[in-house]
C-alpha cells in the first residue's frame, strides 16, 4: 500500500483536499445524515441522541454495555493465543485521555449508531506512524470522533468536521487509513428502538402530567342561577384547594361534578412503563435485572443472577468483538497478533460455582492447582512445581532447609 506522507509531491497533492477553510463567521453547511452513502434513508425513522438519554432504563443500559466493557484490559495474544506485553497504543490509543473513557465512549457509539470512530491527526507525517518507513506502518495514537462529526464515507476516503479555534467547523476530506472504523451489527438502537424510545417519552409525559394534575379532568356544571365570571373563577379556585387538601370535596344543591377521561391507575400507566422496560432490555439485549426491572413474579437466587451475569456477558460480545477484531488489523497490532478483552474478572460472578467447576477440572485432569491459582490471580503454593523449575515453585520452608 503506498502511504501519502511518504513523498513530499503525494503529501502536496492531497494538501489542497485536506486543508481548512479559512475561518468565518458562518457555519459550513452540516450534512444531516452522518453515514451518507451508507445507510440511505438513516433519519426517516430515528431518536436523537439527547432525547434518547433521557430515558433512564435506555441510558442504564448503554451504561452497563459501555461501562462495563470500558473497565477490562485490552490483551495482546500473539500466534500461539499466548499474553505478550501490549503494546503502548493498546494501553493508552489517546494520550491526552484515560484508556477506560475512550473505550466506553466508543462502546457508546456502536450502542447507539452501529459505528465509531478513532482519527490519526498525524496521518500526513512519519511521526504519526509507527514503523513509518515500512510498508505496513501502524497508528501511533489516535482521538475519537463522534458519529455525527462524520459527514460521509465512501470508498476513497472520509470527509468529517473538524474545529477551528472559534469552534466553527469545516467540513475534511482524509483518507482511508486515517480513520480507525468500528462497526457492530447489533447496534443502530437510536433507529431500532426508535418506536421503543419515542413510545417511553410519552409514557414520561403522561406521567409529569398526572402529577400536576393526579386527578381526571372535572367538569363543574350549574343548575342555579347564572354566575358571573369572577364568581366562577372563586368557585374554580376553591374546589381545586379543597380537593389539594383533602379527598372529598361539598358543593351545594344546584352544581353538579362530571370527570372526563382516566386516571392513571385505570390506564394501566404503571404497567405500561414496565412494560417499555422490558421492551428495551429485549432490544439491547441487557437483562431486565440490570434495569431495576425484574421479571414479574420472579424471585432472585445464585443460580438466575449468575445467569443474567452470563447473559450480560452474551449481550457485551458483539461490541467487544468489533473492537477487539479491528484493532487485531496490520495497521495497529501487525501480522500474527491479535487483540482481546481480559474477560476473566468480569466473568467470576458465583464463589461456589468457580470452586465446583476448577475442583471438576483439577480431578479431570485438565487444569492443575497452580493453573487455577494464576487464573484467579493468586500468588502461587510454595514448593508447587512449576516451568523451568520441577523440584518447586516459589522458595519455602522445606526448600530452605529450614524445618528438614
Not at 245 to 266: C, E, K, M, N, V
Request: net charge neutral; hydrophobic share 35%.
Amino acid at each position: 500500500m503506498a502511504w501519502p506522507f511518504l513523498t513530499a509531491a503525494q503529501r502536496e497533492a492531497r494538501a489542497p483536499e485536506q486543508a481548512p477553510a479559512e475561518p468565518s463567521d458562518v457555519a459550513a453547511p452540516r450534512a444531516l445524515d452522518p453515514f451518507a452513502g451508507i445507510i440511505p434513508g438513516y433519519y426517516d425513522t430515528h431518536i436523537e441522541r439527547h432525547q434518547a438519554m433521557t430515558v433512564p432504563a435506555f441510558r442504564r443500559a448503554v451504561q452497563v454495555i459501555a461501562g462495563s466493557l470500558g473497565q477490562l484490559k485490552l490483551a495482546q495474544l500473539d500466534s500461539a493465543n499466548k499474553n505478550v506485553v501490549p503494546i503502548p497504543f493498546l494501553r493508552q490509543p489517546d494520550p491526552k485521555r484515560t484508556t477506560q473513557v475512550i473505550i466506553s465512549q466508543t462502546m457508546e457509539d456502536l450502542c447507539l449508531w452501529g459505528a465509531a470512530y478513532w482519527y490519526n491527526p498525524r496521518w500526513a507525517t512519519a511521526d504519526g506512524w509507527r514503523f513509518s518507513g515500512s510498508s505496513t506502518p501502524k497508528h501511533k495514537s489516535v482521538e475519537r470522533i463522534a458519529p455525527e462529526d462524520v459527514a460521509l464515507v465512501r470508498h476513497d476516503g472520509y470527509t468529517i468536521y473538524r474545529y477551528d479555534s472559534k469552534g466553527v467547523q469545516h467540513p475534511v476530506k482524509v483518507p482511508l487509513e486515517a480513520i480507525i472504523m468500528f462497526e457492530a451489527p447489533s447496534g443502530h438502537w437510536l433507529r431500532d428502538g426508535s418506536r421503543t424510545l419515542q413510545t417511553a417519552q410519552l409514557l414520561e409525559d403522561a406521567v409529569r402530567t398526572y402529577a400536576k394534575t393526579p386527578l381526571p379532568q372535572v367538569v363543574i356544571q350549574n343548575a342555579g342561577p347564572r354566575k358571573t365570571p369572577q364568581q366562577v373563577q372563586e368557585l374554580l379556585s376553591s374546589y381545586e384547594a379543597s380537593r389539594s387538601q383533602r379527598s372529598t370535596a361539598y358543593t351545594g344543591r344546584d352544581l353538579s361534578i362530571t370527570s372526563l377521561g382516566f386516571d392513571a391507575q385505570q390506564i394501566a400507566l404503571s404497567e405500561a412503563r414496565a412494560q417499555v422496560v422490558l421492551d428495551i432490555a429485549r432490544m439491547t439485549g441487557v437483562p431486565s435485572l440490570y434495569l431495576s426491572q425484574g421479571i414479574q413474579n420472579s424471585s432472585h437466587s445464585y443460580s438466575n443472577l449468575t445467569q443474567q451475569r452470563l447473559d450480560l456477558w452474551a449481550a457485551m460480545q458483539p461490541f467487544a468483538h468489533a473492537i477487539e477484531q479491528r484493532l487485531s488489523f496490520d495497521d495497529v497490532t501487525g501480522q500474527g497478533y491479535t487483540v482481546a478483552f481480559d474477560m476473566s474478572s468480569f466473568l467470576r460472578v458465583d464463589p461456589m460455582y468457580r470452586a465446583d467447576l476448577y475442583a471438576k477440572a483439577i480431578t479431570s485432569g485438565w487444569m492443575t492447582v497452580e493453573e487455577v491459582r494464576a487464573f484467579e490471580q493468586l500468588e502461587p503454593t510454595p514448593n508447587a512445581p512449576g516451568p523451568g523449575d520441577p523440584d518447586g515453585g516459589i522458595e519455602g520452608p522445606n526448600r530452605t532447609g529450614t524445618t528438614g
